[in-house]
């Protein structure tokens, strides 16, 4: 048997097992080796019947004394039997399972765990779990710390154990080890082996610890290096400028603020970078209305008055339209040229920035992925800025790079992502947190309301409007059926139009309208032509309307965190106090949790922890999105200190052997060929 063998192959698995298996997504014998438990229950201390107590969980040797009788008490069917061990008797009951009659044979020894429970005087074991002991039989299910597994009706515990237990000991010498020895020895990790054997059934606490440090980290490594293999080159390069002018002065005389002490941390960290020679590769993560954007702007001066041009990628035209004129207000006056680059402008007009970009004679220019195009050329390129990283491909980032020698890159996010999370997906970034808001900027006070307070929400959308005010309404995707998602957000716009909200301006956004008519409704949204925006999830992160002050979100339990966190953003921009109104009539554990948290909070690092504890790394901020794999047993919540190790072991190997093509990195470079190229799992970033 291989571990590349189908499930089918190994003994006791049939059609009806392999389909229970398949929902698990375990489809071959290597996919049920590593089916980590998802806890453990420690049952290493195996009681006599004397000393059961009622109310206790418990692990006892017992023989069975008696025949398993089966009787029916109106709806029920009893399996009963008498379990002894000479020192009591304890009676094990089972409930509407009549096969236990087969299952138990009188005179052997058996190891039983379960609920104690007392009756007429009389001790119980409630549908116990058990197996037979045998003289040179290692027990399973009792006698040690047992794994307990995320499973599926008609597929128990015991059986799962039963199956993983069986093909490990045929499968343990395939295990290969594919973490380079150096690696091994210099993090203090056993062998994969020893790992994955005590991950399922551990000799001892210490056993565990030791295979769980081990795959974590094996995890993370192999996810690690092969991010560093498709972001390219990180060894450092000679940046095309090493900064000689640092003063920033004229640049604050423009902005109509006073810089926060986490902005003026940021741009010293950006200028640090531009001294020492080296490009620089840092992101900038920080809440909605932190000032990253002033940031950027800092940089992109510092970066033309050291001789070099600027160009910063935004996601969308209304994005890079909206940044075109905060730029060209501040840098025009100052005598320093912007000008704007999109797949929307004529071809004349394209040309025209073309050969200003090729001469010199344009120093900043804001655009889309038209930046990207063959024709543009710059004629000193030093500063890269990518808006809303996530939305863009690390290759588009390195397209625009290229089109200089030595090129500083800055990228931005109004994202909070945990740094757990972060150092994974911008592994090859230095991260700058800006995490304080800008004095003044009031928080958005946020409520969670049911259906039934709709006469009220309307009411309230309409004095908001009344006072000259503008309103966001979003409905969430139907990701099943388009058609319908598209039906619903029609009809509940037009319902508005003609009910509820009858007189005001209501318009509708969705995804299926083009770019222009997209933009088209976000600019007569911006000029105050439109009093609710009635939009599925496509309003865009980052659009800056500061006299929209009422966000309503539509079954807001179809939502992640990070989601409502990114749409709450949208108002609280200027200076009228904001709301955000969550509606929902879910009653589920986690939606509640959520709505809970949103109600409690405006911080995005607070939201976005909570988020990846509720949701995990695969679902938060989108992940799946990128091919980033399920963890099977890491956690990026608890597990920062392995992280830490293997990012300083990943780079140190790609440093060393980038495409690791050396004999003792063959094998490594096979598993990470096996997981991320020839299967489902395809990163892009």
């Known amino acids: 048997m291989q571990l590349t063998s189908l499930v089918t192959e190994i003994k006791n698995i049939g059609g009806e097992r392999a389909k229970l298996l398949a929902s698990l997504n375990i489809h071959t014998v290597g996919d049920l080796v590593e089916y980590f438990p998802r806890d453990y229950d420690d049952r290493t201390d195996v009681l006599t019947v004397a000393e ?81 002991l045998k003289p040179n039989g290692e027990p399973i299910s009792g006698g040690r710390i047992v794994p307990i597994y995320t499973t599926t009706k008609k597929l128990s515990q015991k059986i799962l154990r039963q199956l993983i237990k069986s093909v490990l000991e045929d499968v343990t010498p395939q295990l290969a080890e594919f973490i380079p020895e150096k690696i091994r020895r210099q993090y203090r990790l056993c062998e994969r082996s020893f790992a994955i054997n005590n991950i399922h059934f551990p000799q001892n606490d210490e056993s565990f610890f030791m295979a769980r440090r081990r795959l974590v980290f094996e995890e993370l490594f192999l996810l690690q290096t092969k991010l560093l293999q498709l972001k390219g080159n990180i060894r450092e390069k000679t940046a095309c400028f090493k900064m000689k002018d640092a003063d920033y002065s004229p640049m604050l005389n423009r902005l109509s603020f006073d ?107 804001i655009g889309t992925h038209a930046l990207i195009q063959d024709a543009v050329s710059f004629k000193r390129l030093g500063l890269v800025i990518t808006d809303e990283q996530h939305r863009f491909g690390v290759r588009q980032r390195e397209i625009l790079t290229e089109k200089g020698e030595g090129v500083h890159t800055l990228v931005m996010t109004a994202t909070p992502i945990p740094r757990t999370l972060a150092l994974i997906l911008y592994g090859d970034l230095d991260i700058s947190v800006i995490d304080e808001l800008p004095p003044g900027r009031q928080e958005i006070t946020t409520y969670a309301m049911h259906t039934a307070y709709y006469p009220r929400i309307y009411g309230f959308i ?70 609710v925006l009635v939009s599925t999830t496509v309003i865009e992160v ?58 409690s909070t405006n911080d995005g690092f607070v939201i976005s922890e909570k988020d990846l504890k509720l949701r995990g790394p695969g679902d938060f901020f989108g992940t799946r999105q990128h091919g980033l794999p399920e963890m099977k047993i890491a956690n990026l919540y608890k597990d920062i200190d392995i992280l830490k190790e293997v990012q300083q072991a990943s780079v140190e190997l790609y440093r060393g052997d980038p495409e690791l093509d050396m004999e003792e990195n063959e094998n490594l470079r096979r598993k990470i060929t096996e997981i991320f190229e020839s299967g489902s799992e395809k990163i892009c970033l």
């Open 52 to 132: 059961l107590k009622a109310g206790d969980s418990a692990t006892f040797r017992a023989k069975v004394a008696a025949n398993t009788e089966v009787m029916r008490a109106k709806r029920l069917v009893i399996a009963k039997t008498l379990l002894s061990d000479g020192t009591g008797n304890i009676e094990a009951v089972w409930y509407n399972q009549p096969y236990m009659k087969n299952n138990l044979k009188q005179g052997q020894l058996y190891l039983f765990t379960g609920k104690i429970t007392e009756k007429f005087n009389r001790l119980q074991v409630e549908s116990p779990e058990f197996e037979p």
């Open 259 to 365: 810089l926060t002490g986490a902005q003026r941390r940021t741009i010293e960290e950006i200028i640090k970078d531009f001294k020492s020679g080296l490009c620089m590769n840092r992101l900038i993560q920080g809440d909605v209305g932190c000032g990253k954007t002033a940031v950027a702007m800092i940089a992109a001066y510092l970066t033309v008055k050291n001789g070099a041009q600027t160009a910063l990628m935004a996601p969308t035209d209304v994005l890079a339209l909206q940044h075109y004129k905060g730029f060209s207000e501040i840098f025009e006056p100052m005598g320093i040229k912007c000008a704007l680059l999109t797949s929307s402008l004529k071809k004349k007009e394209k040309q025209a920035v073309y050969l200003a970009l090729e001469n010199g004679d344009i120093d900043i220019v």
């Open 462 to 531: 309409r004095h908001e409007a009344e006072a000259g005010r503008q309103i966001y309404i979003i409905c969430p995707m139907i990701e099943e059926n388009e058609k319908m998602q598209l039906k619903a957000v029609t009809e509940y716009a037009a319902q508005l139009r003609e009910g509820a909200l009858f007189g005001l301006r209501v318009e509708l956004l969705h995804g299926k309208m083009s770019n222009d008519e997209k933009q088209t409704i976000m600019e007569e949204f911006a000029k105050g032509n439109i009093d």
């Open 542 to 599: 980052g659009i800056n309307v500061p006299n929209a002050t009422v966000m309503v979100i539509e079954n807001a339990d179809r939502f992640g965190l990070s989601a409502l966190h990114q749409l709450r953003g949208r108002v609280g921009r200027g200076s009228e106090k904001s709301y955000c109104i969550l509606v929902s009539d879910s009653k589920g554990k986690t939606a509640l949790e959520r709505l809970k948290t949103m109600c």
